[in-house]
């Protein structure tokens, strides 16, 4: 089911961008990595699950991260039923996505990840307990987001611990930016919920800002996302001292 992979284009002197005049070859990433090095048993669960689980997405222009912007993905079709969608915006080693698959196996949940060793390591988990109601497009989120789901496909999207590029130089890179808000706001059902947390105090004050400054949210609540487990990032963050920030936004 996977697409092999073609080399993307070397980025330019700016790590965060890629060559290329495209907006899909132009791009500003959120993220640092893609591949990297995987223990064996992760790299084995990948060659034996990914079939399964990983969806074959065309490529578009921009390479191996990007998804082709005419492909629409059949959700009936994926997931072999028609259920309420959660998307997982950059699941990492899929805690939250694995917990959150198990308590609500009546939902389906799409995890868009860019980072293959951690889909391996998910997968990894999941040979032991699968989870018929888990999929995953290896791609980047900004890109697959804007055009590969229906608008108003998911009755919810997380994203937890997005990557905090704690240097102003580097905010840019932020993933939760007006362009990808917008993105999440087509995709959720009317009055679907954008569960978001974060660690990073400036990254929190960040967020409440772009929201407030897009009216179509409300803020719904400041609690706990009911379905998020405590993850390595949530620990790392409290033995830093750092509060856990926790917002959910309604479309
Ligand atoms: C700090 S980790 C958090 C992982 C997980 N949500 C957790 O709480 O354990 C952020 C993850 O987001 C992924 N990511 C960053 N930008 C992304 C993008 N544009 N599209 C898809 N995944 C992205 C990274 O690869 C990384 O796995």
Known sequence: MTAPTSPEPRGSGDPGRAAGTSPHLSRTRSFSRRGGRMPQGHRTAYEHLAGRYVVDVPRGAGGVTTVDPDFRLDLPGTFGRQAPLVVEVGSGSGDALRAGAQARPDWDVLAVEVWRPGIAQTLARMGEHPLPNVRFVEAD????????????????????????????????????????????????????????ATDWSDYAAHLREVMAADSRWTLASTGRAPLRPRTRFELKGLAAGREIVDLAYRA
Do not use: N, Y
């Open 141 to 196: 989120a900004c890109l697959a987001l804007s055009t590969m789901l229906e608008a108003g496909a998911a009755h919810e999207v997380w994203t937890f611990f997005p990557d905090p590029w704690p240097k102003a130089r580097h905010h840019k890179r932020r993933l939760i930016q007006p362009a990808f808000v917008d993105t999440v706001h087509r995709l959720l059902e009317p009055g679907g919920l954008w569960r978001i």
